[in-house]
């Protein structure tokens, strides 16, 4: 078995900030999306001080009115015309807040339209899609080193949670920083010192959301590591549930997800109850800002150096504005540490080395005659023991070599070795005499067919499975292929022949149809050389025949390697190899290897021993 650890990658060793630039130049790919939202921003942000400051000019002209003093200069520099009647000049005024409102409105409805079409069906959907391309692309490698609940989870909500550093750190963050800058400076025009007093507690803010994101940037990376052990016992329980079942485990079962989901749970309330102080923290310290405001501004307003409208009310109306955007600090840190850990988990298969590929100069080979040699070929996973080792062996076009040996001698590794499901550490594989390195990653695999010992079956038509590695098949193509598979038949016994869709991974076929499918799919793509993984350990004796009828049909004209146990599948075969810790102890024909003491006179003996006793069993039942 491969090591269980992850594979390093670039990534994992990615500090925050190194991190905040790559987001931030996934961000830039989508700069035009970006800027059209940060514009509409801008507009609401002009807009809502445009109406605050109307609302401090109104008031300061009834003020001129009630007490007949001087009306003071306001920031818009309107001159309000004195021979209108005051009803039509603040009729004038709240018409023009209205319009502002109604703008307002609008443009916020169009920045929800413009960030969902940004995030939701831009970024997500190109980002999921360039990690599943990569998943595509890695080697068995990286799947032996991840779960499977792993990889789920970083392809949905840590996708999600890049997303959420566009939205709601990136934008939301730039757009506080300009509103911030322009409700300082308005305040500061109106007047500094005040300014000065109500911002006197920004050094604490500062101070307390450096602390909070120390504080809860690991329990975030905790939270989302007991997510994912929630979900991989989640997927195990329902790959399992048939063994749940029958060992009367369900409720064990439901208590052991009880526990993943509660620790995910208490992990949840640590960091709510931070987030929680934190927020009204920060409420509290923008309150004070309030107060500030009531005493030193009144004071300015009594002594006349601050007007009562465009100066105190739109004052009172910026602060409180930029009270509410720092507000928005503690969403956006609680954002910038769940995203972080989600683009870095992101990033790791993305910067996933891509181990088998073809090289830049790879040689087109759409056909192959089906020439394979194995010359001192060793494999090791992640640097640990050999699992195949000093491998010397030459089949000719058309040969059928059966492999044989105990469970981790390395039978699956060798033939994974074909395909460059994986590269040998040492050694080299030859296809016609060619490195299979040197030639183009599609043709080598395209010339390949694959049978495994659980064949695996999509969601589909049964003439799109059988059609899986050729898609652009005839239908008459495809029946041949079933036909040299012996599965024609059931399939046309099926409700809709072979356009019916199948269950999940084929589990309303019985284990031998779905074998006839799977060297079916095989046969299609008119391999040069067949891939057999143990095709009949899984099936009864009565199904093995009705195989080995489909596989003698299959591996006419092929070169053919098939790991198996049975001497009625090791018979078929032009010679034999045994495996025995990645070594190849002995080969020869079936007649040669029986002559000879070792390993396989072993098994056959065993094999025999058995088959006569189940025939005096027969026997004696049959006289009972």
């Known amino acids: 078995m491969p090591d269980a650890t992850p594979t390093p990658t670039a990534a994992s060793g990615l500090t925050n900030k190194a991190l905040v630039r790559r987001l931030c130049a996934l961000a830039w790919r989508y700069r035009l999306h970006c800027l059209q939202v940060l514009t509409i921003q801008l507009v609401l942000l002009t807009l809502g001080i445009g109406g605050l400051s109307l609302t401090g000019v109104g008031i300061d002209y009834i003020k001129h009115k009630v007490d007949r003093t001087p009306l003071a200069n306001n920031p818009l520099h309107l001159n309000l015309p004195e021979a209108w009647p005051y009803w039509q000049v ?19 409805y169009t920045y929800a339209i413009s960030v969902n079409r940004l995030v939701q069906q831009r970024l997500v959907v190109d980002l999921r899609g360039e990690v599943y391309d990569k998943l595509q692309r890695l080697s068995f490698r990286f799947f032996d ?5 792993s990889i789920i989870t970083r392809v949905t909500s840590d996708v999600q949670s890049v997303r959420m550093f566009v939205d709601q750190v990136l934008i939301q963050g730039v757009i506080m920083v300009i509103s911030l800058t322009v409700y300082v400076v308005y305040m500061v025009s109106l007047s500094p010192w005040l300014t000065l007093a109500c ?49 009367g485990r369900e409720i064990e079962d439901r208590a052991r997800f009880d526990a993943a989901n509660r620790a995910v749970l208490v992990q949840q309330h640590l960091i709510f109850w931070r987030v929680s102080l934190f927020s009204p923290a920060i409420g509290f310290l923008t309150r004070i800002n309030m107060m500030v405001l009531l005493g030193y501004g009144g004071w300015l307003v009594i002594h006349g150096q601050l007007p009562l409208g465009t100066g105190l009310v739109v004052f009172a109306g ?8 720092v507000n928005n600090v503690a969403a956006i840190v609680n954002s910038v540490q769940q995203s972080l850990i989600g683009a870095r988990r992101v990033f790791e298969i993305l910067d996933a080395p891509v181990e088998v590929k073809s090289a830049p100069d790879a040689l087109r080979r759409p056909k192959l005659r089906g ?66 390195r040197r030639i183009d990653l599609d043709d080598l695999r395209r010339n390949i067919g694959l049978v495994f010992q659980e064949s695996f079956l999509f969601s589909n038509t049964v003439a ?55 060297i079916a799919r095989a046969v299609l793509l008119e391999p040069a050389i067949l891939l057999l993984d143990d095709p009949t350990a899984a099936i009864d004796s009565e199904t093995e025949h009705e195989i080995f009828e489909a596989l003698d049909r299959a591996i006419t004209g092929r070169t053919t390697f098939i790991v198996a146990h049975r001497l009625s599948t090791l018979r078929r075969a032009d010679f034999i190899i045994v495996l025995e810790e990645g070594r190849i102890v002995q080969r020869g024909t079936h007649t040669q290897l029986m002559a000879e003491k070792g390993p396989y006179l072993r098994v056959a003996n065993l094999q025999l021993v058995d088959n006569r006793e189940l025939q005096q069993l027969g026997l004696r039942e049959g006289a009972a």
């Open 371 to 436: 020439e394979v040699a194995f010359e001192n070929v060793t494999f090791a996973y992640n640097g640990a023991a050999a699992v195949v080792r000093d491998i010397d062996l030459r089949v000719a076009p058309g040969q059928c070599v059966a492999i044989l040996g105990a469970t981790g001698a390395g039978k699956s590794v060798l033939m994974s070795l074909v395909p460059r499901f994986f590269d040998p550490t040492a050694g080299r594989v030859l296809l016609d005499g060619l490195d299979a």
């Open 90 to 108: 603040l009729a004038l005024l709240a018409g023009f807040i209205l319009l502002f409102a109604v703008g307002r409105a609008f443009l916020n």
């Open 318 to 325: 910026l602060l409180e504005q930029f009270s509410g955007q």
């Open 145 to 149: 080193a991840n779960t499977t609940s």
């Open 199 to 247: 911002l006197a507690t920004a050094p604490l803010l500062w101070t307390l959301t450096t602390w909070h994101t120390r504080r809860t940037q690991p329990e975030y990376a905790q939270n989302r590591t007991l997510v994912e052990k929630m979900v991989q016992t989640f997927v195990e329980s329902l790959q399992g549930i048939a063994v749940t079942k029958a060992f």
């Open 464 to 518: 799109a499975n059988i059609a899986f590695g050729h898609p652009d098949a005839t239908r008459a193509q495809i029946e041949k292929a079933a036909r040299v598979a012996a599965a024609h038949d059931f399939i046309m016994a099926l409700p809709r022949g072979y356009d019916t869709v199948l269950g999940e991974s084929g589990n309303t076929l019985s284990g031998g149809q779905r074998q006839r499918l799977a």
